[in-house]
């Protein structure tokens, strides 16, 4: 599975410095002034996860293969970005294409990083591409409805379509999203293929400074209120930090985050929470060619984790022999743990569980 991010957020409130850090690398230019991202920036970073370099080291793996999320550093936006202000069009059409947002705002003071809209407010911030996000959404739904509305004339299942557009074309009138609306499976669907911007999950990167790390501060607190409103969720980050991580030995990184009072970096704290929003879940595979995290959505069957690494085996699926992470560290190889009963052959119906350790059986 291909997991796609966009960073977005107001010029100079971290942006480009987080998308520099995480991506360990300097292709979007961190600069003072707005519009320093001009085309998005793109990086694929590897999701940090113990767990395979300890499954590597109990199978001699030659090779270790983490999961991957791509991260895209979006160019600022600014009010009036719906009716193509600034880069607005440019960002709207950016956005359209990820999977989930990670919206940056600022928590910190700094004099000498000037701030567009002239003081530090994330709640005023994030309302502002909130509003934005909804009017391009509403506008595209009021066109949508009317066509609805005459198809349901016709079509029984058009008529799904048309109930959802009454029910978030208020939310999006009020510049809420249209995720904050409580629609069925079918209803939403049904408006899938809209595309719509505020129907995406949110994380709300907080961006604050090297000292309020470990327990954030009275703007984030504001962030976190105004996240549980919108069933968001909020990963408190310093985009600073996160640039002098990258810069430090690997061995030197966790020494660096104890002595900020955390325990691990922004990066790690980002990808936990996006596949928490996003209802994802790791399987690994392992062997002495190569040790691999996989990334799937939770529920899937053993087959559809299967396809996750080749369509043709979930095809011909026979079984899958499956033994817990837990199970086959603590006993130190897979044939330890087979004497104990502990490497079980699943079935088609088997649901895999977070860390579940398989290898899969199936015909050509």
């Known amino acids: ?26 292709k979007a230019q961190a600069a003072n002034f707005p519009f320093c991202t001009i085309e998005p920036n793109v990086g694929i970073v590897a999701v940090p996860d113990a767990r395979l370099q300890v499954l590597a080291g109990i199978s001699g793996s030659a090779d270790i293969l983490p999961a991957r999320v791509e991260f895209v550093d979006i160019a600022g936006l600014v009010k009036g970005a719906s009716k193509g202000e600034g880069l607005g069009n440019q960002f709207l059409g950016n956005i359209r294409e990820v999977d989930a947002i990670v919206h940056v705002v600022r928590c910190f003071e700094n004099d000498d990083i000037i701030h567009v809209q002239g003081s530090v407010d994330p709640v005023r911030d994030i309302e502002i591409i909130n509003i934005e996000l909804a009017l391009s959404d509403m506008s595209q739904a009021e066109k949508r409805l009317e066509r609805a509305r005459k198809d349901a004339r016709t079509k029984k299942e058009a008529q799904i379509e048309v109930d959802a557009l009454e029910k978030v074309l208020p939310a999006l009138e009020d510049g809420k999203g249209a995720r ?15 595309g719509l911007l505020t129907l995406k999950p949110v994380i709300y990167a907080a961006n604050v400074s ?4 470990a327990k954030g ?18 990963v408190v980050i310093s985009a600073q930090v996160e640039s002098e991580l990258v810069e430090l030995p690997e061995e030197d990184r966790a020494e660096f985050l104890e002595s900020l009072g955390v325990k691990e970096g922004g990066l790690a704290s980002l990808i936990r929470a996006t596949y928490d929003l996003l209802g994802l879940q790791t399987y690994f595979t392992t062997g002495p060619k190569e040790t691999r995290a996989w990334t799937i959505i939770k529920g899937m069957t053993a087959p559809q984790a299967a396809g996750v690494i080749h369509t043709d085996f979930e ?5 899958a022999e499956t033994v817990s992470y837990t199970d086959l560290v603590a006993n130190g190889s897979i044939n330890a743990a087979k ?6 052959s699943e079935g088609r119906d088997y649901i895999v569980a977070e860390g579940d350790v398989m290898l899969f059986r199936f015909n050509v």
């Open 217 to 234: 501060n009275a703007w984030v607190e504001a962030v976190r209120k105004l996240a549980t409103v919108e069933a968001a969720q909020v």
């Open 180 to 194: 904050t609306v409580g629609l069925t499976d079918d209803e939403k669907e049904s408006i899938q293929s809209l």
């Open 339 to 344: 004497e104990k009963g502990l490497v079980r």
């Open 210 to 213: 090297e000292d309020d790390l």
């Open 1 to 26: 599975m291909s997991l796609k991010c966009g960073i977005v957020g107001l010029p100079n409130v971290g942006k480009s410095t987080l998308f520099n850090a995480v991506v360990a690398n300097a």
């Open 315 to 319: 095809r011909g699926f026979i079984r």
